[in-house]
């Protein structure tokens, strides 16, 4: 049996070390993208790095809720300059350089990174600011944005969390795979 436990995930881990979770997914096939040498399909890979796990889940929380709207907007100016920006008088304008930029595949993967200020409620009750900083490796913008939202659905991370969660012993009134919750 394995535990989902919540004091664990908040406070671990612990001193220098980092909480680092990575999901990934593969490439759409409808993405015209070269095979890995063994064949395999390539994937498309998001790194998460913050203090705890618990803090790292709740910013990869976010970015499924926010469905890409925020980093969207956060992200478009690694794809097109502020120059070229201010050829135009407005996003409209700039529509069709935005689109095919967003969406140009690049091999090898463009690796865009980005980081999230969180606050959060200490054992006290007091607030404290902390971050979560990203990675993302994808063939275009267009790719990663969609692919984030796949990799963060609320099943995945409730997975992701119980396998950073300890290990109890197996108990007799527990049989199969069964998950215990402790807060």
Not at 46 to 52: E, I, Q
């Amino acid at each position: 049996m394995r535990t989902l436990d919540r004091k664990y995930l908040a406070a671990n881990p612990a001193g220098d070390e980092k909480a680092a979770i990575s999901l990934s997914v593969p490439v759409p096939t409808s993405v015209e993208v070269p095979a890995n040498p063994d064949g395999t399909r390539p994937r498309i890979t998001l790194k998460a790095t913050g203090d705890t796990y618990a803090l790292v889940l709740a910013a990869l929380q976010h970015l499924h809720e926010d469905d890409g709207d925020e980093l969207f907007e956060a992200l478009v100016f690694d794809v097109v300059t502020e120059e070229e920006m201010e050829a135009f008088t407005s996003m409209e304008e700039a529509a069709p350089l935005l689109a095919e930029r967003v969406h140009e595949v690049s091999a090898p993967f463009r690796t865009f990174t980005w980081n999230a200020a969180l606050i959060i409620e200490g054992a006290a009750g007091e607030e404290q600011e902390s971050s979560v900083d990203f990675e993302l490796i994808t063939p275009s913008l267009g790719v990663g944005i969609p692919a984030i939202t796949a990799m963060t659905k609320p099943q995945t991370l409730t997975n992701v969390a119980i396998t950073f969660s300890p290990v109890i012993d197996e108990d007799e009134d527990y049989a199969g795979n069964e998950v215990l919750v402790v807060s």
